[in-house]
């Protein structure tokens, strides 16, 4: 007969314990010899500043929480969307089998430290796909045809009607979009430009370029993307290193009237050489919902430029997205006690890792 194990769930301000403790036992149910549940970081202005830097500088910047202290030593499936697992953790966790973020990023985890210890790291591909890419397309309109400028204009008692692009406002109609990526969400803002009846083109040499072919676009080089899109919209990991994906040498190839959105990483984009190409008028314009600094620091230069839309890392928060994540997470690390083959895992090498392997023989039905 199966063994029975205990389950670690630690929410945050965005998706709290109590869900993923619900969702734990739905879904697990009886496969649960103990269940609890904490918080991380409950304050919503002081999450998105602690999971910034986690994001920038990895998990090993913070201290163990206190509910994993309290309720880890005998817990062996770890379970959260922003908490930092890090070694540190991981020592306070020695029964530690699972970890698992209900998010498609695991800047959050030590997956390298997971590995070594033989700890299968668990995240959820596309959990704000649908979200993520109806925001994309929704700030290509904000930006291009100044939406939330005029918006803000008629608020503080101005009719305008001259903008920084008012010579080439543009439709989408007959524009080409260049797609840096096309996972989940890349995918899917081309399938939801397809009404638009825009020219697609997309970089991501992850992806078969047949599969890019049939939903429509063309696959290029970097190169090509930035030199010929009127619209560049990210939807890539961070490089390795830091890298940036967008630099001066980026934004030189790109048209006068074209504009760049990032929905995706703020540090994808050199922000010094953004910021000087829009002041310099050498781009028409950004949109920006990630930020190297959240909130913006109140005297960057960014805020004082008019031929930019900035928004506050809301394109992935919907309630969908929110309330499904528990559940795809827990879904998935249920498929392995039923033999059906997960869909999101970082670090699959742990499958054949013997110490993982004599724990799956022990707790699968």
Avoid: C
Wanted: glycine content about 10%; proline content about 4%.
């Amino acid at each position: 007969m199966a063994r029975t194990f205990k389950v670690l769930v630690v929410g945050d301000a965005m998706i709290r314990g109590d869900a993923f403790a619900a969702s734990a036992q739905r879904i697990l149910g009886d496969r649960l010899a103990g269940l609890a549940a904490g918080e991380w970081e409950s304050e919503s202005g002081k999450l998105q500043a602690r999971r910034l830097a986690v994001e920038k500088q990895g998990p090993e910047i913070e201290v163990v929480d206190p509910v994993i202290t309290r309720e880890g030593r005998d817990a062996e499936i770890l379970a959260g969307l922003f908490v930092p697992i890090s070694s540190k953790v991981m020592d306070a966790m020695p029964k530690l089998r699972i970890a698992g973020v209900a998010r498609a990023g695991v800047e959050n985890v030590n997956v390298q430290a997971a590995t070594e210890r033989g700890i299968l790291v668990f995240n959820v591909m596309g959990r704000n796909a649908e979200a993520v890419s109806d925001f994309a397309v929704g700030l290509m309109l904000a930006e291009s045809r100044n939406i939330a400028r005029s918006h803000m204009g008629i608020k503080t008692g101005t009719w305008r009607k001259a903008f920084s692009n008012s010579d080439w406002v543009p439709e989408l109609k007959g524009k080409t979009v260049g797609l840096v990526g096309f996972g989940f969400i890349g995918s899917l803002v081309a399938k939801k430009l397809s009404g638009f009846d825009v020219k697609l083109l997309v970089h991501d040499t992850w992806v078969d370029p047949q599969a890019i072919r049939a939903a429509g676009a063309t696959p290029v080089d970097k190169d090509t993307l930035f030199r010929e899109s009127d619209f560049v919209s990210l939807h890539a990991r961070l490089l390795p290193g830091g890298a940036k994906l967008v630099g001066a040498a980026e934004l030189a190839l790109m048209k006068p009237t074209a504009y760049l959105i990032n929905t995706a990483r703020a540090g994808l984009v050199d922000e010094a050489a953004l910021v000087a190409a829009l002041k310099e008028k050498r781009i028409a314009g950004a949109a920006l919902d990630v930020h190297s600094s959240e909130p913006i620091a109140p005297g960057s230069e960014i805020l004082t430029l008019d031929n930019v839309t900035l928004t506050s890392h809301i394109a992935g928060t919907t309630r969908e997205a929110l309330t499904r994540s528990p559940d795809l997470l827990f879904g998935d690390i249920a498929r392995l006690f039923t033999g059906e083959a997960p869909n999101g895992i970082a670090n699959p090498e742990v499958l054949k890792d013997p110490r993982f392997q004599a724990w799956l023989a022990e707790v699968k039905p």
